[in-house]
């Protein structure tokens, strides 16, 4: 279906593909792998036409092609979903998906023909969708589907995935796959890029693991394990589990007392009270959109309670803003790294000192920025969290998602926090840097800060949690030893039994 020969593509110095090659069968799901920056985004931009290829070939159905841009993609039948959707909130569905189709006949935009039409497409593929909804009002996984069927309303045959499952629930991600696996059956062909290798052996027939820009292997799914996987990814052994002692917890850092938070619709956190002291992890556990996210917003001064008390090492900081905490030693790693975490456009040494710009060391008393100081923390950021390439004057744009990822995990540990919010450290995160971000939570903690982690991994937050509250609803349903308890038995709390 698809064949990249060769292709090599640089950004500046920045070789971002050098000489990759990738086979593409018709009718399969084919993973690609690899590390943060390993290229992977950039090369499947290069099929869809969003980037020129500086040399190589690209053949569909054997055929030699030249995709100077997306819409030649498209008339080739290739379709891509990006890992930040393209939608506009304030329109529906069906809107969404004929707006910017390439009909050739604008002029008759025809809704009631279009509602019908995705909505036998979503029917097929039991997606699930309503077109006349509007997107502001749809969970992610939903908005996800609108971007599929966007796609296949555009009659694509070949759907290209950056990372579709980063955003999404344990349940949603099953959800997907369901959906993948009747596409195929349909005789479509799937290219799904991932950094969850039980993902890529759950669903694809074929890998193809990138490394450094180029592709350094391909292997049958069935012929391989996460084992193997992550060797060729990574070049070496990679803990693909969390190794921690017992903590040692001292005196309470965090008091929650009766904490109500409202949401858009209805309240989004109910009555929440518990604790969180020096040298513990507490997990927070739970199906997306049942409160955690305001609940951490709220205590990293983001959002405001509506009811209860806060308390940080016994003082009241009910309501304080974020800069006030922050100035308290409260440090929050946010999931939204692109709403909440970076400015985009301006560069690596700006980025590292965000927050804590303003004051001492890094702005004088008279208002002078300390230019060395700066220098100094972003160096050391990039030393130690291994962002790459550790260039502090490119733009955190230029950065691959997952080295945004560390950047902004190593300012907020530049703070030496007294206590961590943290939210979805991993997402979007290769194996190696989930091992490398695991084992500095632990030290942090081992150091004696209080950390309160909120994940939508089961699996990560049961690993490195010392303690684990269950949210749903808006309400803390019970708390587990993460040690005894079976992620069965923690599922069951999150859905309520259902
Ligand atoms: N528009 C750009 N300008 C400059 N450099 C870029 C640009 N896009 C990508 N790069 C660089 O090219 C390299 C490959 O990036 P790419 O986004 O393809 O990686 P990736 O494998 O998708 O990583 P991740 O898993 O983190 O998403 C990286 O070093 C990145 O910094
Ligand atoms: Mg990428």
């Known amino acids: 279906m698809l064949e990249l020969r060769n292709i090599k593509k640089a950004f500046g110095d920045c070789v971002a593909n050098e000489d990759v090659s990738i086979t593409v069968k018709s009718g399969t799901i084919h993973a690609i792998v690899g590390e943060n920056g390993a290229g992977k985004s950039t090369i499947m931009k290069i099929a869809y036409g969003f980037y020129k290829a500086d040399s190589g070939e690209i053949l569909v159905n054997g055929q ?47 809704l009631e023909t279009a509602n019908r039409e995705i909505l036998a497409l979503s029917n097929e593929l039991k997606l699930d969708v309503d077109p006349r909804a509007y997107i502001e009002d749809l969970s992610v996984g939903a908005q996800q589907r609108v971007e599929l069927l966007k796609a296949l309303y555009r009659d694509a045959k070949l759907l290209i995935l950056d990372e579709p499952t980063a955003v999404l629930s344990p349940q949603e991600v099953e959800e997907l796959f369901g959906i993948l696996r009747r596409m195929k059956e349909q005789g479509k062909t799937i290219i799904i890029i991932t950094h969850k290798l039980d993902e890529v052996l759950a669903v694809s027939d074929e890998v193809t693991v990138m490394r450094d820009g ?21 070049g070496r052994d990679v803990l693909l589990r969390v190794e921690k002692t017992d903590a040692k917890p001292n005196g309470t850092v965090l008091e929650v007392t009766n904490l109500s938070i409202s949401g858009k619709i209805g309240p989004a956190v109910k009555n929440v009270s518990f604790r969180v002291r020096s040298g513990e992890i507490v997990g927070v556990a739970g199906i997306e959109g049942n409160g955690q996210t305001e609940l951490i917003e ?17 003082k009241d900081i009910t309501n304080r803003s974020a800069r006030e905490l922050k100035e308290l030693g409260i440090a929050h790693i946010p999931e939204d790294r692109h709403k909440r975490g970076l ?28 230019n060395a100081e700066i220098g100094k923390r972003v160096g050391e950021i990039i030393e130690n969290f291994d962002v790459r390439p550790g260039d502090p004057t490119l733009s955190a744009r230029s950065l691959s998602g997952g080295n945004q990822q560390k950047l902004i995990i190593g300012r907020e540990f530049e703070l030496d926090p007294k206590l961590l919010l943290v939210s979805q450290p991993t997402r979007g995160v290769d194996i190696g840097a989930i091992e ?61 039994g259902k």
């Not at 030249?66 to 379709?79: K, T, V």
């Not at 391909?218 to 084992?227: G, I, P, R």
């Open 214 to 234: 180029r592709s350094v292997g391909n292997v049958k799914t069935s012929e391989t394990s996460a084992k193997d996987l992550a060797r060729l990814i990574v």
């Open 436 to 496: 490398f971000i695991h084992r500095k939570l632990i030290g942090l903690r081992d150091a004696g800060s209080a950390i309160l982690l909120v994940s939508a991994e089961l699996e990560e937050v049961t690993a490195l949690a010392d303690r684990l509250l269950v949210i749903r609803e808006g309400e803390i349903v019970g708390e587990v030893d993460p040690k005894t308890t079976s992620v069965e038995e923690i599922g069951l709390m999150m859905t309520g």
């Open 343 to 370: 400015l985009l456009n301006s560069d690596l040494a700006e980025n590292s000192v965000l927050g804590v710009h303003y004051r001492p060391p890094i702005t004088s008393a008279g208002g002078m920025m300390n």
């Open 64 to 110: 030699p092609v030249n995709i100077r841009n997306p819409h030649d993609a498209i008339a080739l039948g290739i379709g891509m979903v990006h890992q930040h959707f393209m939608l506009v909130d304030t329109m529906t569905v069906a809107e969404n998906i004929i707006l910017g189709a390439e009909t050739g006949s604008t002029a008759s935009l025809d």
């Open 298 to 314: 709220a205590l990293s001064g983001l959002i405001r309670a509506s009811e209860g008390h806060v308390e940080f090492d016994g």
